[in-house]
């Protein structure tokens, strides 16, 4: 608690009464904290990749100057190594962007089937490079939610994706739009789960998932191209859509990730 005490002074120059003003700056001090721990770990994820990229650079110029099967290979980790650092870029702008516009609540009315089926249309190659299946299951006709199209395309193509790259390779995707009734007066909600069959997520991960870089296990997103920040997105994009990121999973069980908006209409 922070305390601020003034005297104010009567006319006659003599202290009429005293203010004191307590202000609770648990809250504050949390939130400054936060922004500091984000700005090192931003800062630590971008120089990874950069001491990689300059290692390469020094033995290119040096010991690996005449030797082009090495040159050849010492290029394609330092191409990857830059494509993360441009990843990990947009997202950060990506998130600082709705973050942005985190109070305003996003108008457009979007139906939902046709994001979705542009999101599988747009992972079918990946998901064929890991021999993943990917099923889309449409239970409700018209879902339609008030929303920004880009930002949903990107909730689930985030979802999709991890779905994809975390559940098992030779296994299948689940997605499923549906329809929840919520009583008399109250408006429906849509509601779509992406679902794998992979190894899961132990409980103790679940509650932190969506903490921007938090990862189960940092080497394997990494090996994955994953910046640690998809989550975190999607649950970023969900709050200003007023809509709810539920996340169930057991080890050895898969996980659903199931997203929860109001219908309209
Ligand atoms: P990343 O860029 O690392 O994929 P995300 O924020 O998208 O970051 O996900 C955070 C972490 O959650 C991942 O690193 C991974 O450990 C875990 N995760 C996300 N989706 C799944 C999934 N479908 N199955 C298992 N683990 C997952």
Redesign the pocket.
Known sequence: VEAQISAVPSTAGRTAFVLIVLRDVTQQHRVEQMRADFVANASHELRTPLASLLGFVETLQGPARNDPAAREKFLGIMRAQANRMSRLIDDLLSLSRIELNAHVRPGQSVELYPIVAHVADTLAPLARERGVELVLERAAERLTVLGDRDELIRVFE?LVE??I???SSGGKVDITLAEAPRGAGRLAEAVVTVR?Y????ASE?LPR??ERF?????A??RE?G???????I?KHILARHRGRLVIE?EIGK??A?TVRLDAVG
């Open positions: 985030n991890n779905a790259k975390y559940g794998d992979g190894p899961g997520i991960h998932l969506t938090y990862r189960v296990d940092v394997q997103s994955k994953g910046t640690g920040l998809g989550l975190a999607v999973s898969g996980a990730f």
